[in-house]
């Protein structure tokens, strides 16, 4: 069964708040019933408001009289830890606080699955608790579709099978990285004892420490494809959540074009992609480097191009 991302019920929940009335008023009802208090905005991928805090918050939202409810999204991962060493749920306690000592309403929330919600140790970190399970009745469709498979998924947690072939390839592919393209910052394994499943296609990028904030843009994530059996070219692509729908009515800018960019949906992403040659995780890395290199030297510009030409990117 393929596998849900957390980015995926980020998008089906920033919908269902801003579209599905009835799913809105089971949220709020779950959070403290005042339901003539409604939610008149929401973002996503935030940037956390706490001093020294960085990592962003899945779901924003803001409430006719002002209060802020930020919202961390689980279905089934463990919870993040910075470079710093602090994890999601004080981070979000340092947000509240910080909004709280501007004289704003503010309050946490972790939306799970039951099981989650059962099982987390940092459940008193947040002030409210909403569970999956609560909102399914509001869903139909290939939306309830996503929500059940997720909470099925989280009575299955991942357990990645080995592969040596994909776990060689990755290991080099970072190690070349590093020493020839050391601002191009690959984020960890995520899994242990440098365990790769078979089709791990995908070079994520760590994103605070190689991509520039734009404050009028949302956080994006930034990968390395491989292969992408979905599009006509393996690609490096930054990728601007929820915003996929909007592909076809976004221009790429003339500087990104400049650099053989353009804009097209990835997931329910939009996607400034560059193509890039397709890489081989079951062949070895020695028989690919000048292919490597030209896929990296694209992230590179693709990188360049974001951290200095982004500005003026209006969407």
């Not at 403290?32 to 973002?43: H, T, V, Y």
């Not at 996503?44 to 961390?72: K, N, P, W």
């Not at 078979?198 to 994006?220: C, E, M, Q």
């Not at 353009?262 to 062949?283: C, E, F, K, M, N």
Request: glycine letters at 8%; a neutral charge; charged letters at 20%.
């Amino acid at each position: 069964m393929t596998r849900i991302c957390e980015r995926q019920t980020d998008a089906l929940f920033a919908k269902a708040l801003v579209d599905n009335s009835t799913f809105a008023t089971t949220f709020l009802n779950a959070i403290d019933g005042r339901l003539a208090n409604p939610i008149i905005d929401l973002s996503t991928q935030i940037r956390h408001r706490g001093t020294g805090h960085r990592g962003s918050i899945d779901l924003e939202i803001t409430r006719a009289d002002g209060t802020i409810l930020l919202v961390e999204n689980k279905i089934d991962a463990g919870y993040s830890v910075t470079s710093t060493g602090k994890p999601q749920p004080e981070r979000y306690r340092a947000s509240v606080e910080a909004l709280r000592n501007r004289r704003q309403k503010a309050a946490s929330v972790l939306l799970a699955p039951d099981l989650y919600l059962a099982g987390t140790r940092h459940a008193d970190a947040f002030d409210h608790l909403v569970s999956y399970e609560a909102l399914r009745c509001t869903l139909n469709g290939e939306d309830l579709a996503l929500l059940d498979a997720a909470i099925v998924q989280a009575a299955t947690p991942y357990d990645p099978i080995p592969n040596a072939s994909s776990g060689a390839f990755h290991a080099d592919l970072k190690t070349f990285a590093s020493l020839h393209f050391p601002e191009l910052i690959i984020k960890k394994n995520p899994n242990g004892n440098g365990v790769r499943p078979a089709g791990s296609n995908t070079i994520y990028f760590d994103v605070p420490r190689t991509l520039k904030n734009w404050s009028h843009l949302p956080r994006p994530r930034m990968s390395l494809q491989c292969r992408d059996l979905g599009a006509p070219s393996a690609s490096v692509k930054i990728m601007l959540g929820g915003m996929g729908r909007q592909a076809g009515s976004i221009a790429a800018p003339q500087s990104l074009a400049g650099i053989g960019g353009y804009i097209r949906p990835a997931g329910q992403s939009l996607g400034l992609v560059l193509d890039t040659p397709q890489l081989h995780i079951q062949q070895p890395f020695d028989a690919q480097v000048s292919e490597v290199e030209e896929g990296l030297a694209a992230a590179r510009k693709l990188t360049a191009w974001w951290n200095s030409k982004a500005e003026t990117f209006q969407i």
